[in-house]
Nanobody, 115 residues
Framework: QVQLVESGGGLVQAGGSLRLSCAAS????????MTWYRQAPGKQRELVAF???????NYSASVKGRFTISRDNAKNTVYLQMNSLKPEDTAVYYC?????????WGQGTQVTVSS
């Protein structure tokens, strides 16, 4: 059974930092691309960043240069280091992986950035 469990969200002032974690189980972690999405109130879920099995990364334009995605295959965990946070980064952040045609999601972790 695939499980993705996010943690690390919270309330932070603009300009601050947070580090999100996503612990995975039930998958062969080092063979999976891992992705962070976010969904702000009233908006569609959007891709934030992903990291491939070889460690290559990709970011949305809105977070590039401020966020860093990384993975620790020994811990089956993917991270999202978020720096220089802005109020528009406020959202629920979700961890995701795609296995064949099935998307798996965590429960999400709330990030709130105050101005």
């Amino acid at each position: 059974q695939v499980q993705l469990v996010e943690s690390g969200g919270g309330l932070v002032q603009a300009g601050g930092s947070l580090r999100l974690s996503c612990a995975a189980s039930g998958i062969i972690f080092n063979s999976r691309t891992m992705t962070w999405y976010r969904q702000a109130p009233g908006k569609q879920r959007e891709l934030v960043a992903f990291i491939s099995t070889d460690g290559s990364t990709n970011y949305s334009a809105s977070v590039k240069g401020r966020f860093t995605i990384s993975r620790d295959n020994a811990k089956n965990t993917v991270y999202l280091q978020m720096n220089s946070l802005k109020p528009e980064d406020t959202a629920v952040y979700y961890c995701n992986t795609l296995i064949r045609r099935d998307n798996y999601w965590g429960q999400g972790t709330q990030v709130t950035v105050s101005s």
